[in-house]
């Protein structure tokens, strides 16, 4: 996939990206956003917070050292989706213990990202985290972000009934939730595979990823871009895109 096709400029967009923003979103009027490494940035401290807690869980559940806690947590998320979905299938663990657990981290780090608060405020329409984390998680991170107020609710894995994206069911539960139309709505997300559920639903689908010069926490799987046809755009500065579509919407 070329990015250079997928990404307008977000200083000065030429007047076809412009208008291929106005085509795909002018008729959006709910916006999705996936919250670890979307709404923050890939080189973030908080997903290897979540990564480590993970591991402990492990290690202390099964009294397993590091090294084979690790191996567990990365089988039960290449099987499962979640390690949390292998632990319910596989253990029988209480949902809440260990998310309330890996969540346990210092967001202290995290510095606000006021330009991304005002373009997410200047969207048209009704706006929603869709995280395979838990609901309190996506609520702490948003405000240090500054995006508390920003979003009417946060859905998450409890709320999916412990079925992760990119699973179908997932994406079920959270249009009968909301009651929303998957083809007003447009996902944000930073794991391609699970823009294939949405754009196959009709919603309008944004890869976030890092930039070139960025540190990337995530799996190497994480980064995999497999079916480029699920991706409407493509864009390593979040804030800046959506500057880019609030810019269009105005002019149409």
């Known amino acids: ?58 290690m202390q559940r099964f009294g397993l050292d590091g090294l084979s806690a690790r191996a567990l947590h990365k089988y039960y998320y290449q099987r499962y989706g979640t390690t949390l979905r292998g632990l319910i299938d596989e253990d029988s663990a ?9 969540h346990d981290i210092d967001r202290s780090n995290l510095a606000p990202n006021l330009a991304l608060a005002a373009e997410i405020a200047a969207l048209p329409g009704r706006k929603l985290i869709f995280t395979n984390g838990s609901r309190d998680h996506a609520l702490r991170t948003a405000a240090q972000l ?28 959270f249009f009968h939730k909301f009651g929303l139309d998957p083809k007003r709505s447009a996902m944000f997300e930073d794991i391609a595979k699970n823009l294939v559920v949405p754009r196959a639903l009709g919603m309008t689908t944004t890869l976030v990823i890092a930039r ?22 493509v864009t390593s500065d979040l804030a800046g ?9 105005r002019a149409g």
């Open 241 to 249: 895109f959506l500057a880019s579509v609030n810019a269009a919407l």
């Open 212 to 233: 070139d010069d960025q540190i990337d926490y995530r799996e190497a799987h994480d980064r995999m871009i497999d079916d480029a046809l699920s991706i409407d755009f």
């Open 1 to 58: 996939m070329n990015k250079a096709l997928l990404e307008p400029s977000v200083l000065a967009p030429s007047a076809s990206a412009a208008a291929k923003l106005r085509v795909k979103f002018a008729h959006i009027d709910a916006w999705i956003f996936d919250l670890d490494n979307t709404l923050y940035p890939s080189d973030s401290d908080l997903w290897p917070q979540i990564d480590r807690r993970i591991t402990l869980f492990l």
């Open 146 to 173: 500054g995006l508390g107020e920003m979003f009417e609710d946060a859905f998450d894995i409890v709320a999916a009934n412990m079925m992760p994206k990119p699973a179908p069911a997932a994406y079920d539960s």
């Open 94 to 102: 209480d949902p809440a213990e260990f998310l309330a657990f890996v």
